[in-house]
């Protein structure tokens, strides 16, 4: 099926939108790892709404999560696309995959280290 060409800016977004909505949908569907991190999303946000005193706490609390899942599919699009290249073993290859890798495990720390301070601030 060939992609759609957009005619103007708002349909441009409509189909930014669905491509993006499918890529959420094939990482759900391959990766546990994200659909482990969305639970923990499902978890945290009632809790982020629950002990924040304001409106931005609440929203970094929820945000800095979001950047965990936003480096995971970064992480997905960077093993995907060396995948596609080749299944051979490559020492460049690999260190794509492990800073992609990284990159998920630099997130989660940035994220304990707002969730920790939150607490201690709170607590």
């Not at 959420?24 to 499902?42: G, H, T, Y």
Request: charged residues 20%; positive net charge.
């Amino acid at each position: 099926m060939a992609k759609q060409k957009p005619v103007n800016e708002f349909q441009r977004l409509i189909l930014a939108t669905r491509n993006s909505l499918v890529g959420c949908r094939q990482v759900w569907r391959d990766e546990a790892a994200f659909r482990s991190q969305i639970v923990i999303l499902v978890i945290i946000t009632p809790l982020a709404l629950w002990l924040s005193r304001s409106a931005m706490e609440c929203a970094l609390l929820i945000a800095v999560w979001l950047l965990v899942l936003l480096a995971e599919l970064g992480n997905t699009a960077i093993e995907a696309a060396i995948d596609r290249i080749s299944t051979q073993r490559h020492h460049l290859s690999g260190k794509a995959k492990d800073a992609g890798s990284a990159m998920v495990m630099m997130a989660m720390i940035i994220a304990a280290i707002v969730w920790l301070g939150f607490f201690m601030d709170r607590f």
